[in-house]
């Protein structure tokens, strides 16, 4: 398989059993990293596989992408059988990870304590809804619950006259797959030092509240508050891109220098001396205010204008670039970070690894594969014999 093997994580061997988004995005930071990754699909695989666009019906873009350098293994768990197979490739496995409600997977006969029997070394990582130690553990949780229940939702409505509303992205899964992605990364790294593995645990509702609390518990980081636990500037009605005379500019005028630098290049006008655009505090004490000046100002010059000033003042400033943009633009050609592969489904287009490493760079993979695509393969190096993968297959527990 292209890329596998190749980067920091070369060597590392991870079971996985997530599906959808959250768990797929983590194991595939994996597989970008060299890991062999092995995804263990039920009947019908992913859920992701079906959903379009794609070449075919079991293998849409989605898919193809966020399981890209994976293997794929197809059993069906609710047969004994096939759970042997699991214990038996974690006998050999580095990380198991699963995407599951606690209740569904102790149910499989496949938690933290059966694979750590089989293999105490391995680190065992639960990514799901919310932790299992409080009274919404149970709970079905999605990317949109989880907006909305870890306060996202609501900051969203500030921004949008009180109407509330989804990021339009799946924000909750994957920073949770960044963060199970990262916390797996480092009880591997503690296993090094102790010998043991153990159990990880990441679920999305807490994830996304320490997320968004980062700046947003503010005045409420102190007993008693010094204030409501939400950070002005993020939340003001203001705080959106700016319309110039000819289109619409993402514009960061943020600390003194860059204040002082705009106002000598607007050849520092009276309403720049007014003392809410003396320091950050007084700035920040008055954003909504702050930002509607500034935007009335840049309803005065087209676009172009505009940036060519804020370059020269080194004010951080940019268009506003689509996503179809995104695809030809300039930086992203030369930096290499779309990779085009040539692949059995044609010519595709994966977004690069953002990450890089002087000495054990990761490379791209191929495309989602096909469901039970590698059963035989993964089988034969776990020490299953012919006979064994026959048999198995004829069970319905391998799913051929």
């Not at 075919?56 to 069906?76: E, I």
């Not at 990317?143 to 500030?158: E, F, N, P, T, W």
């Not at 990880?200 to 968004?212: I, Q, Y």
């Not at 220098?257 to 003396?278: C, N, V």
């Amino acid at each position: 398989m292209s890329g596998q093997g190749q980067g920091p994580l070369a060597g590392v061997r991870v079971l996985d059993l997530t599906s959808v988004l959250m768990g797929p995005y983590a194991t595939q930071i994996f597989a970008d990293l060299g890991a062999d990754v092995i995804k263990i699909e039920g009947p019908g695989g992913d859920t992701t596989r079906a959903i379009p666009p794609g070449p075919d019906p079991t293998r849409g873009a989605m898919f193809l992408n966020v399981n890209r350098g994976k293997r794929s293994l197809a059993l069906d768990l609710k047969r004994p059988e096939a759970r042997a197979v699991v214990l038996r490739l974690a006998e050999q496995a580095d990380v198991f990870i699963h995407s599951m409600r606690a209740q569904a997977i102790a149910r499989l006969g496949l938690d933290y304590p059966a694979l750590q029997q089989a293999n105490p070394r391995i680190v065992y990582a639960n990514l799901y809804g919310y932790g299992r130690e409080g009274p919404y553990r149970d709970y079905p949780a999605y990317d949109d619950i989880v907006q909305a229940a870890s306060g996202v939702v609501d900051l969203q409505a500030r921004l949008s006259g009180g109407e509330p509303t989804y990021v339009a992205n799946v924000i909750a899964d994957k920073v949770s797959g960044l963060t199970g992605a990262y916390a797996v990364i480092a009880a591997l790294f503690a296993r090094e030092r102790s010998g043991r593995g153990q159990e990880v645990e990441v679920p999305m509702f807490e994830t996304m509240v320490s997320f968004a609390a980062v700046e947003h518990l503010c005045g409420s980081l102190f007993s008693p508050p010094l204030g409501p636990p939400e950070y002005p500037r993020a939340t003001s009605p203001a705080r959106r891109p700016y319309r110039t005379a000819d289109g619409h500019v993402g514009v960061m005028i943020y600390n003194d220098k860059q204040w002082q630098a705009f106002f000598r290049e607007l050849g520092d006008p009276d309403w720049s001396r007014d003392p809410m655009f003396a320091s950050l505090r007084s700035r920040t004490e008055n954003i909504s205010a702050v930002l509607s000046q500034v935007a009335q100002v840049l309803e005065t010059r087209g676009t172009a204008e505009w940036m060519e000033l804020f370059r020269r003042a080194e004010i951080p400033a940019t268009p506003i670039a689509s996503l179809q943009q995104l695809l030809h633009d300039p930086h992203l050609e030369q930096t290499g970070f779309w990779a085009e592969r040539e692949t059995e489904l044609g010519t595709l287009r994966f977004p690069g690894i953002p990450t890089r490493f002087s000495d054990t760079p990761g490379a791209i993979g191929d495309p989602g594969p096909r469901h039970g695509a590698d059963n035989a393969a993964v089988l034969a190096e776990a020490g299953f014999g012919a006979d064994e993968i026959a048999a198995l297959t004829a069970s319905g527990a391998v799913l051929g």
